[in-house]
């Protein structure tokens, strides 16, 4: 069990994150390719991944990405900002000494490659080599699905806020996911391995992941930035294409609900204003408190006075809505409180 330590000011600088992070998102996919589990989650997207990453790129990648243990900080950088260019040159930018001693210490869970040895070396040629792979895995893997999987963080970090705002902290915690437990003042995560981590007043990220699975995660070194990535509740559909040969994600809930309706409902996903809510569906403020109050009245969203304005989010049911369009998705018990 992995203990994280708080002081007064770790609680007060608990912050969640708003978007996906591209490359956690690319290090936990990987592992998830590598066993068969969620199979109603992930089986259409593996399918789509092993049709589409050429065999040698995915061999370079899965020798830094073991299904289970350690895999090397660098490839998820604590500073990097939320897009996936930005992300990728940091991890290139690496400092040589911390990609050797890093991958010296995934030597110990696995020996090394050839090609690992020269990247631990500092080969020039062996990253630019990571670079492509991890580009090429990318832009098949991941990219054609960014907008579902950030559509399905917002609307996590809508509940993450709404019950900060209503509960505080502790709620925050104690609720953050099943194998994790709030013993104030310190945060256990049952999955990881046994021991002690002190913030130290540096606050922490928690980061949410469409690829996490079952057990949150985090970044091996003590040092760095602390980040807290846990899954985000998993269903069929949360993993949607939006590529252009694939249909709009929206096309079969409008649908159901309406066009107009259907835009509402994902709106609402991260969060909105009821003047938002108008600007974001291209209808009028009397229109778009219609269209919240009867998704209010069917469960899909709740409402909140948030100072002189009212807040719509999502519920639970409405992400499921969202995620299957009624098509039978698993029905968890959710991680919040409402």
């Known amino acids: 069990m992995l203990r994280i330590h708080f002081t007064p000011r770790d609680v007060a600088r608990v912050t969640v994150a708003t978007k996906p992070a591209p490359l956690w998102e690319v290090l936990l996919s990987l592992h998830m390719l590598q066993h ?3 199979r109603l989650v992930f089986e ?8 589409k990453v050429a065999p040698d790129q995915m061999r370079l990648l899965l020798e830094l990405t073991p299904a289970k243990g350690y895999s090397p900080d660098f490839l998820t950088p604590a500073e990097a900002e939320p897009d996936f260019d930005s992300a990728l040159e940091l991890t290139l930018a690496t400092p040589r000494q911390e990609i050797r001693s890093q991958l010296d210490l995934l030597s110990n869970q696995r020996p090394a490659s050839p090609w690992t040895r020269e990247l631990a070396q500092g080969d020039r040629a ?3 080599k990571l670079g492509r792979a991890i580009r090429t895995y990318h832009d098949a893997a991941i990219a054609p699905y960014w907008k579902s999987i950030g559509t399905h963080i917002s609307a996590d970090h809508a509940h993450r806020g709404e019950t900060l705002s209503r ?9 953050l996911h099943p194998r994790v437990r709030w013993v104030p003042p310190v945060l256990q995560v049952l999955d990881l391995r046994d021991r002690d981590f002190y913030l130290d007043g540096r606050g922490i990220e928690l980061q949410p992941s469409a690829f996490c699975w079952q057990a949150p995660t985090k970044l091996a070194d003590p040092e760095l930035k ?3 990535v846990y899954p985000i509740q998993h269903a069929p559909g949360i993993l949607r294409q939006s590529s252009a040969d694939a249909a709009p994600s929206s096309d079969a809930l409008g649908s159901l609900l309406g066009s107009t309706r259907a835009a509402a409902l994902e709106a609402a996903a991260s969060g909105c204003t009821t003047t938002e809510l108008a600007k974001r569906c291209k209808i009028s403020p009397a229109a778009a408190s219609h269209q919240a109050t009867v998704l209010r009245e069917a469960g899909l969203i709740t409402t909140r006075r948030a100072g002189a304005s009212v807040r719509h989010e999502i519920t639970q049911l409405g992400i499921w809505l969202l995620s299957g369009h009624g098509s039978g998705a698993t029905r968890q018990q959710p991680y919040l409180a409402s």
């Open 36 to 38: 068969s589990e969620g």
């Open 226 to 228: 602390p980040i807290l």
């Open 126 to 128: 062996s990253l630019h």
């Open 167 to 175: 509960h505080g902290v502790d709620r925050l915690l104690s609720s």
């Open 44 to 51: 259409d997207w593996r399918r789509h991944v092993g049709a």
